[in-house]
Nanobody, 115 residues
Framework: VQLVESGGGLVQPGGSLRLSCVASGFTISSYVMSWYRQAPGKERELVATIISTGASLNYADSVKGRFTISRDNTKNTVYLQMNSLKPEDTAVYYC?????????WGQGTQVTVSS
């Protein structure tokens, strides 16, 4: 069982990145999928969540209107489109899969927003 994030990197303020999280060893279709982030010296925080059907989305206030979470169950993948990035978005971004009795985390991908 594995979640592997990719797509992070260095981007200038105002730029965009698209993160991907590919699952293996299980099928995400029955899982709630989320993106979290953790900045240096800070606690991990929830960024966005999408339920199994994709019909319900939830975002942290700090990213509303800038970030979009989506999922493709046929590709066993969840995405985070990040636009209008700010220096305060700099963090390691983690993918999480959850259903009752099971929780899986990815290893994280670094996003750095700096000029």
């Amino acid at each position: 069982v594995q979640l592997v994030e990719s797509g992070g990197g260095l981007v200038q303020p105002g730029g965009s990145l698209r993160l991907s999280c590919v699952a293996s060893g299980f099928t995400i279709s029955s899982y709630v999928m989320s993106w979290y982030r953790q900045a240096p010296g800070k606690e991990r925080e929830l960024v966005a969540t999408i339920i199994s059907t994709g019909a319900s989305l939830n975002y942290a206030d700090s990213v509303k209107g800038r970030f979009t979470i989506s999922r493709d169950n046929t590709k066993n993948t969840v995405y985070l489109q990040m636009n209008s990035l700010k220096p305060e978005d700099t963090a390691v971004y983690y993918c999480k899969a959850f259903r009752i009795g099971k929780t899986y985390w990815g290893q994280g991908t670094q996003v750095t927003v700096s000029s």
